[in-house]
């Protein structure tokens, strides 16, 4: 029974928006689309532990789903256009391949990033519907009650129907003025991937989907940086968690096991990559990713490739990492100093990253009881108890 259900929890975790996207696609009723998938979950969570798990798990919740919505227009075909519907459904010809049902998820991502849509129900929208993101996750992402979010959704999918938002991918002026939007939702499905508690499918989506943008626009620059920063960073997956699943920082990672044709790749790109904002932190991991040894990383190139970026996206994000780049290439005084500026007016007070990059500067500028006093208080501010994990052993370190 056990393994039946997490049989299902991972299967649909990677099946649900294949099989939202490809249902829009011929239905054209998100509603149906997604009532159909949440459907075909239920079903195996009856049936597999009884039957066993197919073969095939993804692509039977794609057929159950499919004969779903095939019972549904049946019952509800009076126009033409239904029936149409309904006949592609049926058509005995086989599944689509891998490709093309990646390609009907990037469309859903044009869909929801459109701009008739807000930009935080774009953001919203995307993460629940493909990344499958559970709506009360996204209701505390956005301080909201789940209750209101789901109204959110609700009111997004009704925009995108009452304005004729087209389901395809744009082509010209429109595909530029609306990629940046895309980009933005594909960063947020990497990181959500990428957190210490994340999804890793999420990751591996995103790479495909820029993957496939990538092939859709091999010119322009911030794609190609997009899909090199996304290639860096998961280039040490593998070495990211000790034995017991603790997080390691960069200098603890064994680097023999970083995906070397991931990293070549990626460095690769940046040819084509330009300096925009994807671009410039796609340069920051490079210099992380090439460096033979932690000792080897080129900290001022790291820095100055940071003073760039704050130009272009002065967040108080970037304005940390900044001061922690500085703080290694120039000593942590001057790290400490770029901090201060970075937590004026209490914008980064008690964000665990930026309790344990004080903490980092200052057990380097020898005050080692005051670093681990804020280690253990980072620790105290985040929810992952990897990271926790992480941040006492580094206040028990710095405290011998």
Same mark, same amino acid.
């Given at each position: 029974?056990?393994?039946?259900?997490?049989?299902?929890?991972?299967?649909?975790?990677?099946?649900?928006?294949?099989?939202?996207?490809?249902?829009?696609?011929?239905?054209?009723?998100?509603?149906?689309?997604?009532?159909?998938?949440?459907?075909?979950?239920?079903?195996?969570?009856?049936?597999?532990? /009884?039957?066993?798990?197919?073969?095939?798990?993804?692509?039977?919740?794609?057929?159950?789903?499919?004969?779903?919505?095939?019972?549904?227009?049946?019952?509800?075909?009076?126009?033409? /256009?239904?029936?149409?519907?309904?006949?592609?459904?049926?058509?005995?010809?086989?599944?689509?391949?891998?490709?093309?049902?990646?390609?009907?998820?990037?469309?859903?991502?044009?869909?929801?990033?459109?701009?008739?849509?807000?930009?935080?129900?774009?953001?919203?929208?995307?993460?629940?519907?493909?990344?499958?993101?559970?709506?009360?996750?996204?209701?505390?992402?956005?301080?909201?009650?789940?209750?209101?979010?789901? /109204?959110?959704?609700?009111?997004?999918?009704?925009?995108?129907?009452?304005?004729?938002?087209?389901?395809?991918?744009?082509?010209?002026?429109?595909?530029?003025?609306?990629?940046?939007?895309?980009?933005?939702?594909?960063?947020?499905?990497?990181?959500?991937?990428?957190?210490?508690?994340?999804?890793?499918?999420?990751?591996?989506?995103?790479?495909?989907?820029?993957?496939?943008?990538?092939?859709?626009?091999?010119?322009?620059?911030?794609?190609?940086?997009?899909?090199?920063?996304?290639?860096?960073?998961?280039?040490?997956?593998?070495?990211?968690?000790?034995?017991?699943?603790?997080?390691?920082?960069?200098?603890?990672?064994?680097?023999?096991?970083?995906?070397?044709?991931?990293?070549?790749?990626?460095?690769?790109?940046?040819?084509?990559?330009?300096?925009?904002?994807?671009?410039?932190?796609?340069?920051?991991?490079?210099?992380?990713?090439?460096?033979?040894?932690?000792?080897?990383?080129?900290?001022?190139?790291?820095?100055?490739?940071?003073?760039?970026?704050?130009?272009?996206?002065?967040?108080?994000?970037?304005?940390?990492?900044?001061?922690?780049?500085?703080?290694?290439?120039?000593?942590?005084?001057?790290?400490?100093?770029?901090?201060?500026?970075?937590?004026?007016?209490?914008?980064?007070?008690?964000?665990?990253?930026?309790?344990?990059?004080?903490?980092?500067?200052?057990?380097?500028?020898?005050?080692?009881?005051?670093?681990?006093?804020?280690?253990?208080?980072?620790?105290?501010?985040?929810?992952?108890?990897?990271?926790?994990?992480?941040?006492?052993?580094?206040?028990?370190?710095?405290?011998?």
């Amino acid at each position: 029974m056990t393994d039946a259900a997490g049989a299902v929890a991972a299967a649909g975790a990677e099946a649900y928006p294949r099989i939202v996207a490809a249902l829009i696609r011929v239905t054209g009723d998100w509603t149906l689309a997604e009532d159909c998938a949440q459907e075909a979950l239920a079903a195996a969570l009856e049936r597999w532990p /009884r039957d066993g798990v197919p073969g095939n798990p993804g692509g039977w919740l794609m057929t159950t789903a499919r004969n779903r919505a095939v019972d549904v227009l049946r019952r509800a075909a009076v126009e033409r /256009r239904k029936l149409r519907e309904l006949a592609l459904l049926t058509d005995p010809e086989p599944a689509p391949p891998e490709g093309d049902v990646v390609d009907d998820r990037l469309r859903l991502i044009f869909t929801c990033c459109h701009p008739a849509l807000a930009l935080p129900d774009r953001v919203a929208l995307t993460l629940r519907t493909i990344a499958g993101v559970p709506t009360a996750d996204i209701a505390r992402a956005f301080l909201v009650s789940e209750s209101a979010m789901t /109204r959110r959704l609700t009111r997004a999918k009704t925009r995108i129907a009452t304005a004729g938002v087209p389901y395809r991918v744009p082509t010209g002026p429109a595909l530029v003025e609306r990629l940046p939007g895309v980009l933005a939702v594909l960063y947020l499905l990497f990181t959500r991937g990428y957190d210490a508690d994340g999804e890793p499918a999420f990751t591996a989506e995103a790479i495909r989907l820029a993957r496939l943008l990538h092939e859709l626009l091999p010119q322009e620059p911030e794609v190609a940086g997009l899909l090199a920063l996304f290639l860096l960073h998961h280039s040490r997956r593998a070495a990211r968690r000790d034995p017991a699943g603790d997080l390691l920082t960069l200098d603890e990672q064994d680097r023999s096991r970083w995906d070397q044709d991931a990293i070549a790749e990626g460095v690769a790109l940046l040819d084509r990559a330009g300096h925009g904002p994807y671009a410039l932190q796609a340069r920051i991991a490079a210099c992380h990713a090439t460096a033979r040894t932690a000792a080897d990383t080129d900290w001022p190139a790291i820095a100055g490739w940071y003073d760039h970026l704050v130009q272009l996206r002065p967040t108080p994000v970037v304005r940390l990492n900044r001061a922690v780049a500085h703080g290694y290439a120039y000593g942590p005084a001057a790290g400490l100093a770029l901090l201060a500026e970075a937590r004026a007016g209490g914008v980064l007070d008690n964000y665990p990253p930026a309790l344990a990059a004080e903490a980092e500067l200052t057990a380097r500028h020898g005050d080692r009881d005051r670093a681990a006093a804020l280690f253990r208080a980072a620790a105290d501010a985040v929810r992952s108890e990897p990271e926790r994990r992480a941040l006492l052993r580094r206040a028990a370190d710095v405290s011998q």
